[in-house]
C-alpha cells in the first residue's frame, strides 16, 4: 500500500545536537513533498516543502531536507537544534496521481529538545 | 497563506449524540478538506469538502457519519453522527489557497473532541 514512514516516533536531544529525521514514502510517481511541524499548543504550520529542482530545500528557522529520488526519501536536517524546536514534526506527501490534490501524512516524530 | 478558525475548539460529548464542527477561512479558497488525527497517529484525511456538492469521502469513511458542508468558499462544516468513544480525536479543518502551490495546505486549530 502507498505510504508515508517516518521512522523516528520519539527523538530526545540535547541543545546544539543535530538533528536527522527520517521519512520515506512508496509512491511511485510525481510528488510533492513536505514536512510540517506542530509546535505544543500550536496548530500545524509548514516547515519546508519540494517540488523540483535543486532537491536540498531550505525552510524555516535553520532546518533543510533532502530528497533523494532513488531511496524515496526526504529527510528533515537541523545542524543545531534549540529547546524552542521541542514539537511534533509531520512528513507528507502530495502524489501527482490525486493531481497532487491530497496530502498522506507520517506517523510524526516527537523531538524533545533538552536545555 | 490563510487564517483558519474552527468552532468549538473542545468537546466532550455523550455516546450517540452528534457534534458539527465549523471551520471559517478569512479569504477565498480553492479547496477545504476534514482531517481525523486519532490520539498517537497521524492526520487522516476524512473528505474533501465541495462547494455545493457533496463531499468526496476518503476509504473507511461515509457520509452517514460524517456529513460535511460547504456552502461557500469560506466555510464548512463537519458532524460527527451518532458518536462512540472511538471517534474521540483532533478533527482539522485544511485548505489549499489559489495562489498555494500543489499540495501546500494550511491547517486551522483543530477540534478536540471526547465521546464517553
Known amino acids: 500500500a502507498q505510504s508515508v514512514s517516518q521512522h523516528n516516533h520519539h527523538v530526545i536531544l540535547s541543545e546544539a545536537a543535530s538533528l536527522e529525521l527520517g521519512c520515506n514514502y512508496s509512491?511511485?510517481?510525481?510528488?510533492?513533498l513536505f514536512w510540517y511541524v506542530q509546535y505544543p499548543g500550536q496548530h500545524l504550520q509548514l516547515l519546508l516543502k519540494?517540488?523540483?529542482?535543486?532537491?536540498l530545500v531550505k525552510g524555516i528557522k535553520g532546518f533543510e531536507a533532502e530528497f533523494i529520488k532513488s531511496k524515496f526519501s526526504f529527510n528533515l536536517r537541523k545542524p543545531s537544534v534549540q529547546w524552542s524546536d521541542t514539537a511534533e514534526y509531520f512528513c507528507?506527501?502530495?502524489?501527482?496521481?490525486?493531481?497532487?490534490?491530497?496530502?498522506?501524512f507520517g506517523t510524526g516524530t516527537r523531538l524533545l529538545v533538552s536545555p | 497563506s490563510a487564517v483558519i478558525s474552527q468552532k468549538p475548539s473542545r468537546d466532550i460529548c455523550q455516546r450517540g449524540t452528534s457534534l458539527t464542527i465549523q471551520c471559517q477561512v478569512d479569504?477565498?479558497?480553492?479547496?477545504m478538506f476534514w482531517y481525523r488525527q486519532q490520539p498517537g497517529q497521524s492526520l487522516t484525511l476524512i473528505a474533501t469538502a465541495n462547494q455545493g456538492s457533496e463531499a468526496t469521502y476518503e476509504s473507511g469513511f461515509v457520509i452517514d457519519k460524517f456529513p460535511i458542508s460547504r456552502p461557500n468558499l469560506t466555510f464548512s462544516t463537519l458532524t460527527v453522527s451518532n458518536m462512540s468513544p472511538e471517534d474521540s480525536s483532533i478533527y482539522l479543518c485544511?485548505?489549499?489557497?489559489?495562489?498555494?502551490?500543489?499540495?501546500?495546505?494550511?491547517f486551522g486549530p483543530g477540534t478536540r473532541l471526547t465521546v464517553l
Open positions: 479569504s477565498q479558497v480553492t479547496m
Open positions: 509512491y511511485g510517481g510525481t510528488v510533492n
Open positions: 507528507a506527501v502530495s502524489p501527482g496521481d490525486t493531481g497532487f490534490q491530497k496530502l498522506v
Open positions: 485544511s485548505v489549499r489557497t489559489s495562489g498555494g502551490a500543489y499540495g501546500e495546505q494550511f
Open positions: 519540494y517540488f523540483s529542482g535543486d532537491p
